[in-house]
């Protein structure tokens, strides 16, 4: 069974400063996709960046980035000149694809602060 | 543009009551799903449904069933609620299931089961 791991509970940076965040997953599958959702305070899940496993080039969308290493089944989201709106909980999610539907696994969260 | 509603965004249950949480996409998405989320923990997959009149069993679908009856609507019904069942429930739709076609997310609805 799929799983996703991210081991950072908690973590808190100045504004501007950039900040890593880490996700690890185990999997058999060859074809799968990754993505970073953000849920701020208002509770609603917000697509932050995705990432298709048989691209090597990372994605990138404005001042975020990963850092994804497919032998390694590692997949870190990098937030650059943090900000005090980028205050949230984190979650990897993986995506397997059947036949019939896809379905994501999350990781459990990684609660970001970013102080003024 | 409205996206993915649900309704109610809050509710108390008392155990061994029954409800429907109902969820509406005003986005022709053939895809739906609803997840429960708990504290320290990511999201949880209960059921699914690809297309007007089809349902499948997610991650955690004990408890739980669901109709998908209209295209824009993924009901998602509890028969006889229980303490365990308190969480937050989401709703997410999706036009296709490729990662160029994400899923959007409702905002939550809060259930507690007294």
């Known amino acids: 069974a799929q799983t996703v791991t991210q081991s950072q509970p908690e973590m808190s940076v100045q504004e501007a400063e950039t900040v890593t965040l880490s996700c690890t997953y185990d999997?058999?599958?060859?074809?799968?996709?990754l993505f970073w959702y953000k849920q701020p305070p208002s509770r609603q899940m917000i697509l932050v960046i995705r990432?298709?496993?048989?691209?090597?080039q990372n994605a990138t969308e404005n001042r975020f980035s990963v850092n994804f290493q497919k032998a390694a089944k590692s997949f870190s989201l990098k937030i650059s000149d943090s900000q005090l709106g980028d205050t949230a909980m984190y979650f990897c999610?993986?995506?397997?694809?059947?036949?019939?539907?896809?379905?994501?696994?999350f990781g459990s969260g990684t609660r970001l602060s970013i102080r003024p | 543009n409205a996206g993915v509603t649900q309704t109610p965004k809050f509710r108390v249950l008392k155990t061994g009551q029954s409800m429907t949480l109902l969820c509406a996409q005003d986005?022709?998405?053939?895809?739906m799903y609803w997840y429960r989320q708990d504290p320290g923990m990511g999201l949880r997959l209960i059921h699914y449904?690809?297309?007007?009149?089809?349902?499948a069993k997610g991650e955690v679908p004990d408890g739980y069933n669901v109709s998908r009856l209209k295209k824009q609507n993924f009901l998602l019904g509890l028969e006889s609620a229980a303490p365990s069942q308190t969480s937050v429930y989401f709703c997410?739709?999706?036009?296709?299931?490729?990662?160029?076609?994400?899923?959007?997310f409702g905002d939550g609805t809060r259930l507690s089961i007294l």
């Open positions: 997410a739709s999706s036009y296709g299931r490729g990662a160029n076609q994400p899923q959007h």
């Open positions: 999997t058999s599958e060859s074809n799968y996709y």
């Open positions: 990432q298709e496993a048989y691209k090597q």
């Open positions: 999610a993986f995506m397997k694809l059947y036949s019939s539907a896809s379905k994501i696994i």
């Open positions: 986005m022709n998405h053939e895809y």
């Open positions: 449904s690809v297309g007007e009149g089809t349902t």
